[in-house]
């Protein structure tokens, strides 16, 4: 399911198929116009629920809707043509019990058009994940860090550096166990990441993990520097757009005051009167 492929119809049950293959290259995206430039380059495009800070200004994932996540993965859905979409599934939408999960998990896939659902948890989901996988919603699990779960976890730590290594391990083969076709792991040590993908038999997503996860993901606009609020150690900068479109506001700020912009060139003459 490279992005060479021309694979029009992509499934988890495909992605599943590139463990140990070529690495999986995913990006998180939320408007169509960037969905057109991830999509020929991704083999998955995920709807984060990371929307909520990168586009919306929350100060964490908690305050994502449902009605946002479909919005948003209408618009992605627009400009992704052969990477597998996946959309969040956010906070409170599917802990208080399996029966909600599917409700909204379906909802998700009706009304986006998306091809799987992600959801943070691990072996306390497990239930959930199974319940979901069994009735036709393909899912991609997420553990480690897990954002939704930042105030009860005390913030955003590197997991898998103490006693919670059994924890994290178990976690990964309850979620893989559960029928999940690929798992995120979010700020695990590389030691551990690297057990966990040797332990499932699904491909892992790193992202501040280990080189030697199945694949890798970014938030896009912390890929090219447009989200600059705070960033990350797992995020490598490969543009700094956010300093050049910066540049050009400011440039056309000063012509506009200048009375520069416009000129000719960018207004409309007159109709000539016919002889």
């Given at each position: 399911m490279s992005a060479n492929s021309k694979f029009k119809t992509p499934s988890g049950h495909a992605l599943k198929a590139q463990k140990g293959q070529d690495p999986i290259v995913c990006l998180t995206a939320y408007t169509t116009p960037m969905a057109r430039l991830v999509d020929k380059h991704c083999d998955v495009?995920?709807?984060?629920?990371?929307?909520?800070?990168?586009?919306?200004?929350?100060?964490?994932?908690?305050?994502?809707?449902m009605d946002m996540m479909i919005m948003h993965g209408q618009a992605v859905r627009r400009g992704v043509d052969q990477a597998l979409l996946v959309v969040d599934m956010p906070f409170g939408s599917y802990e208080h019990n399996k029966e909600q999960a599917f409700e909204n998990a379906a909802q998700l896939m009706r009304k986006t058009g998306c091809e799987a659902v992600k959801l943070e948890g691990g072996a306390h989901m497990a239930e959930t994940i199974a319940y979901l996988t069994q009735r036709g919603i393909p899912v991609m699990g997420h553990i480690g860090l897990t954002p939704q779960s930042v105030k009860?976890?005390?913030?955003?730590?590197?997991?898998?550096?103490?006693?919670?290594h059994k924890r994290i391990m178990e976690d990964a083969k309850a979620v893989e166990d559960a029928g999940a076709f690929a798992i995120v792991l979010e700020m695990v040590t590389q030691p551990l990441a690297d057990e966990i993908t040797k332990l499932v038999g699904v491909p892992t997503i790193g992202i501040g993990a280990s080189v030697n996860c199945d694949g890798q993901i970014l938030v896009v606009d912390d890929l090219l520097g447009l989200f600059s609020s705070f960033k990350p150690k797992f995020v490598k900068r490969y543009a700094e757009l956010a300093d050049e479109a910066d540049a050009a506001i400011e440039l056309y700020a000063r012509e506009v005051r200048a009375r520069s912009f416009p000129t000719d060139a960018h207004v409309y003459a007159a109709?000539?009167?016919k002889s």
């Open positions: 495009v995920l709807v984060g629920d990371s929307v909520g800070m990168v586009l919306h200004g929350f100060e964490s994932t908690l305050s994502v809707t009860a976890m005390g913030g955003y730590s590197v997991q898998g550096r103490g006693d919670d109709k000539a009167k």
